[in-house]
């Protein structure tokens, strides 16, 4: 038996990280997953190879978060090696090392958003965004696209890509009105310089491997093969599972296998999945097997029964009508009235970390482009911090928009009523971090 595909696997439980002894984000979570592997022989197999995570920099989340009042009061260092893991999964592709690369890493990171004060939804750093910025300021502006199947919606990755209009993130996840955190509705499409660039797919409780597959085959795959992206990456949680004990769907370790060699990403990131021993094992064992390129047929989980784990027809005549308002979103979207370019549009955002008990208040305003991204101005009144203006000059900046950013930094350094400035200035690589 040899892969079919080079694959590489970087596996982190981070022993040291919990909310607590008995939350569900806890180190068990991999361990079981490592034994399993390893007992399977899996990295016995030819051509799939087992490396060590690298530890992100402080300026690698600097290149993505505005970390109030700094890096190092919002993160651990196995926030950083979680972070590190993506990123030598990155490393793998770009340097030709690998054909695909799965980094099995926590702690999460999807609901970590652009301003981070704290932990919410068990995410501190945006361990895919790190990634993808990493790989962007060594490999240039790449356009891509980001699946998430976690099976709550990925607000913070989706917020943090509001405005790019390189990068596309679908998210296919339970429907907001049922689960945390509220969000992932279809008229959520992105901001005005990247309108139509974020897709969401909310999907009924209850379902299936077939309401999975047919939004895959039938939304995801059109959606990508028109978008044209240098790289698919998966955020690829796994409590979708049927055993997940704080969710809702019916989804199968063979089913998530399927989903992964259809969507054939470049590079897969664990995010969620909390059944320790009743999903995470095979699901992590098959969508290795399926990236590898090798056969999964024979996976099934012990309690497995096809009878019981059947969709209900209600839901998939659910499925099958949104799949056209789904199509519409992104080849036809009901374009909104932007003003002109050089305008600054506003949008108001509250935002709670149900973990830490955290409330921010932002009012965020980007600049009107058609060259670029836009330049991005967010003011954060926290419970927790002195009120914070953070400023954002994007990779591939047009003149106008790096001008106006640096002007308002000038100006809030003069005066201002924020008592923290924050600048991220992707163009010449300058993250700056004041007290004013």
């Known amino acids: ?6 694959l590489g696997v970087i596996v982190f439980p981070a022993f040291d990280w919990a909310i607590s002894p008995t939350h569900p984000e806890r180190q068990e979570r991999l361990l079981y997953t490592q034994d399993q592997l390893r007992e399977e022989g899996i990295f016995d197999i030819p051509g799939i190879t087992e490396y060590k995570p690298e530890i992100a920099s402080v300026e690698d989340v600097a290149r993505v978060h505005f970390c109030i009042p700094d890096v190092a ?7 950083l090696i979680s972070a590190g893991g993506a990123v030598r999964a990155a490393r793998l592709i770009m340097e030709g090392q690998a054909d695909k690369a799965f980094a099995l890493v926590r702690p999460p990171g999807h609901h970590a958003m652009k301003v981070v004060h704290g932990n919410r939804g068990f995410c501190n750093v945006n361990i895919e965004a790190v990634m993808i910025e990493w790989i962007r300021e060594h490999y240039g502006q ?3 696209a980001i699946v998430d199947t976690d099976c709550h919606h990925g607000d913070g990755t989706q917020d943090i890509y509001w405005h790019d209009p390189n990068t596309l993130f679908i998210s296919l996840h339970q429907d907001g009105r049922t689960l ?3 969000s992932g509705h279809l008229e959520e499409l992105g901001g005005p310089n990247a309108f139509a660039k974020t897709i969401n797919i909310p999907l009924p409780p209850m379902t299936g491997d077939e309401g999975f597959l047919h939004v895959i085959d039938n939304i995801v795959i059109p959606i990508l093969n028109d978008f044209r992206p240098d790289l698919v990456i998966n955020s690829a949680g796994q409590d979708n599972h049927y055993s997940d004990p704080i969710t809702n769907m019916l989804f199968t370790a063979r089913g998530y296998a399927l989903l992964n060699e259809k969507l054939s990403p470049d590079i897969a990131v664990l995010e969620g999945g909390y059944s320790i021993q009743g999903a995470l094992p095979y699901v992590n064992c098959g969508i290795v097997l399926a990236m590898a390129g090798l056969d999964y047929s024979f996976l099934r989980e012990p309690d497995h029964d096809a009878q019981r784990l059947r969709q209900d027809p209600r839901v998939t005549r659910q499925i099958r009508l949104m799949t056209d308002a789904v199509l519409e979103n992104y080849f036809r979207p009901k374009r909104k009235d932007f003003p002109d370019p050089g305008t600054f549009i506003s949008r108001r955002k509250r935002i709670f970390y149900d973990t830490d008990m955290i409330a921010d208040e932002q009012v965020e305003s980007v600049m009107r482009c058609s060259e670029c991204a836009g ?10 911090n002195p009120p914070a203006l953070c400023i954002e000059i994007p990779l591939g900046a047009c003149a106008r928009c790096r001008e106006a950013g640096l002007q308002r930094h000038e100006q809030q350094l003069a005066r201002g009523r924020h008592r923290i400035l924050q600048l991220i200035n992707r163009p010449d690589k300058i993250y700056e971090n004041r007290s004013v």
């Open 142 to 144: 790449k356009r891509i």
């Open 180 to 182: 945390y955190p509220g």
């Open 1 to 6: 038996m040899r892969a079919g595909n080079r």
């Open 73 to 79: 009061s919002v993160t651990t260092e196995s926030h």
């Open 375 to 384: 330049v991005l101005i967010i003011e954060s009144d926290s419970s927790i």
